[in-house]
């Protein structure tokens, strides 16, 4: 065997499934040449981070509180629907899941991966208000949980004075 024969083998590259990487570009008769244009795969990238944002926003809702939960309940007393209202409104990983959305988003955005993202700015805001309305409102219930039983007994005992 030549030296130019040595030189093309050692050239070339056997992977475990059978395909033959020449990175001289011969031809190989048979095999479909995959396209590495900058284009198709920005391109794809592109379509990916869309695919990404959209599967964490579809995420984040499904860990927003049902309205049944919120607006319902079965609760005796003031104190039971407080405690109820408080557990029907933990929003669980819905902030995670939006955030992961804004970061792939802005990614993309920055690159101007994006022909049309109104949509997705638009569905991120939204849900980051609602996330943002829900923790506030919990927050408020949190604070009455803990105020209403003080507010009871003190009314309790300013009618035992009398």
Do not use: C
């Not at 130019?4 to 499934?17: D, N, Q, V």
């Not at 592109?46 to 049944?68: D, K």
């Not at 405690?83 to 029907?88: D, I, R, T, W």
């Amino acid at each position: 065997m030549g030296t130019a024969s040595r030189r093309r083998e050692k050239a070339r590259f056997t992977f475990a499934f059978g395909l033959v990487f020449k990175p001289r570009g011969d031809d190989v008769t048979g095999m479909s040449q995959s396209t590495f244009d900058d284009d198709d795969l920005f391109g794809e990238a592109a379509a990916e981070t869309r695919a990404e944002v959209e599967e964490h926003l579809a995420a984040a809702r499904e860990e927003l509180p049902a309205a049944v939960d919120v607006w319902e309940t079965d609760a005796d007393n003031v104190l039971g629907t407080l405690n109820g209202l408080k557990s029907a409104l933990d929003v669980g990983e819905a902030i995670d899941h939006v955030r992961s959305a804004k970061k792939a988003y802005v990614l993309g955005e920055r690159a101007d991966a994006f022909e049309d993202a109104e949509d997705l700015k638009a569905e991120i805001e939204e849900l980051e208000s609602l996330v943002g309305d829900i923790e506030a409102a919990a927050e408020a219930v949190g604070s009455l949980t803990g105020t209403i039983p003080a507010i009871r007994g003190a009314l309790q005992d300013a009618a035992d004075d009398e």
